[in-house]
C-alpha cells in the first residue's frame, strides 16, 4: 500500500463519516433538501466506505479499495442535484468542494501501487 492510497483512505473515510452524520439531520417539511431515502442510502454508503476504509488501510486488498473508490462515487453523485434546485450559493459551493475532494480520494485510492526497483530493470 503507498502513502498515496493511504492519503485516498484517510480522505474518503472522512468523506464517509460526513455522509453518515447527514442522516441524524434530515430535511425539515416545507424546506428544501435531499429527502430522506437518499440521505438512508448515504447513511449505508458511508458505513460501508468507514468499513472498507478501515480495511482497505489494514490489508491493501485491490478489491476492497475499488469498493471504497465505488463508495465514494455513489456518495459524490447523491449530492450532484444540488446543482439543480433552487439551494443557497454556499450549499452549491459546498457540495462542488465535496465533489472535488471525492475525485481527488478516488484518483489517490485506485493509484497504482509501487513496483520493485527489479521488476523494473528487468
Known amino acids: ?43 449505508l454508503l458511508g458505513v460501508l466506505g468507514i468499513v472498507g476504509s ?12 475499488r ?10 453523485l447523491l449530492a450532484t442535484p444540488a446543482f439543480f434546485f433552487p439551494v443557497p450559493a454556499g450549499v452549491k459551493a459546498l457540495v462542488g468542494v465535496v465533489t472535488l475532494v471525492s475525485i481527488a ?3 489517490l485510492v485506485l493509484s497504482p501501487a509501487r513496483v520493485p526497483a527489479e521488476e523494473v530493470r528487468s
Open 1 to 43: 500500500m503507498t502513502t498515496r492510497q493511504r492519503i485516498g483512505l484517510g480522505i474518503a473515510l472522512a468523506l464517509s463519516v460526513a455522509n453518515l452524520a447527514g442522516l441524524g439531520s434530515p430535511t425539515p417539511a416545507g424546506e428544501t433538501g435531499p429527502p430522506l431515502v437518499v440521505l438512508v442510502v448515504g447513511a
Open 105 to 107: 480520494a478516488v484518483v
Open 54 to 65: 478501515v480495511v482497505g488501510w489494514r490489508s491493501g486488498n485491490r478489491k476492497v479499495l
Open 67 to 76: 469498493v471504497v473508490a465505488g463508495a465514494v462515487i455513489v456518495m459524490a
